[in-house]
């Protein structure tokens, strides 16, 4: 199992929709989560972090932690096309040095 | 507060030259983290620098190697490049070691081998 995985995409969503992203990770230990934003071109820009289980909401943004069965997600409410980019999910892996690894993100695409 | 920024931002080198890449982090940020980016293998870690010192390292052979300075800038270089080594390199820094904090990253160099 790799230690984080998501869904490579495109996933397509039309524009005022509700896109919602997934990953998964292995290592039960891990504490932080952080989901990244990357246009064509450009470095990876926060969106979120969460930390505990529940939900976290920041503007059009909710993250979604679930530790019990190792998931957390991204919901992105009334999407714009400028949400269009590659989403990043980040996991601390606690059993490998403290290191965080980056799943290989979502490539998500709004329609107009 | 000014982001964090590389140099160069492009590079051009050809199989068996050297490079190094400067990164300056944000402004009271000590920690200095090292990304290698292909369409391929997604971003993958490098190494951490925190206070001057070594305090984490990937998978990558031994020609990746960096430091960091007093001021908290940290280089990167690889010797003896591949073909393979083209790719995005990214620097990022936070506040705390470790990986619990926030990392913000920088705007990357753009490596191509030649």
């Known amino acids: 199992q790799k230690e984080v995985e998501q869904n490579s995409g495109p996933l397509s969503v039309p524009e005022g929709a509700i896109a919602s992203l997934n990953c998964t990770y292995s290592?039960?230990?891990?504490?932080?989560f952080f989901w990244y934003r990357q246009y064509s071109g450009k470095s990876p820009e926060l969106i979120m972090s969460?930390?505990?289980?529940g939900d976290k909401e920041d503007g059009r943004f909710t993250a979604q932690l679930n530790k019990a069965s190792q998931y957390v997600s991204l919901l992105i409410r009334d999407s714009q096309p400028s949400d269009s980019a590659t989403y990043l999910c980040?996991?601390?892996?606690?059993?490998?040095?403290?290191?965080?690894?980056f799943g290989k993100g979502t490539r998500l695409h709004i329609l107009p | 507060k000014a982001g964090v920024t590389q140099t160069p931002r492009y590079l051009i080198k050809t199989r068996g030259q050297q490079v190094t890449l400067s990164c300056s982090p944000i402004?009271?940020?000590?920690?200095v983290s090292w990304y290698q980016q292909t369409p391929g293998q997604g971003l993958q870690f490098l190494f951490e620098?925190?206070?001057?010192?070594?305090?984490n390292k990937g998978n990558f052979p031994g020609r990746f190697s960096g430091r960091q300075f007093s001021n908290s800038r940290s280089e990167m270089n690889v010797s003896t490049l591949e073909l393979g080594d083209s790719a995005l390199y990214l620097c990022?820094?936070?506040?705390?070691?470790?990986?619990?904090?926030?990392?913000?990253f920088g705007p990357g160099t753009r490596l191509t081998v030649l």
């Open positions: 990022a820094s936070s506040l705390l070691a470790g990986s619990t904090d926030t990392q913000y």
């Open positions: 290592d039960r230990g891990s504490q932080s």
């Open positions: 969460i930390y505990s289980n």
């Open positions: 980040a996991v601390n892996i606690m059993n490998r040095d403290d290191k965080i690894i």
């Open positions: 402004s009271g940020h000590r920690s």
């Open positions: 620098y925190f206070s001057e010192t070594q305090r």
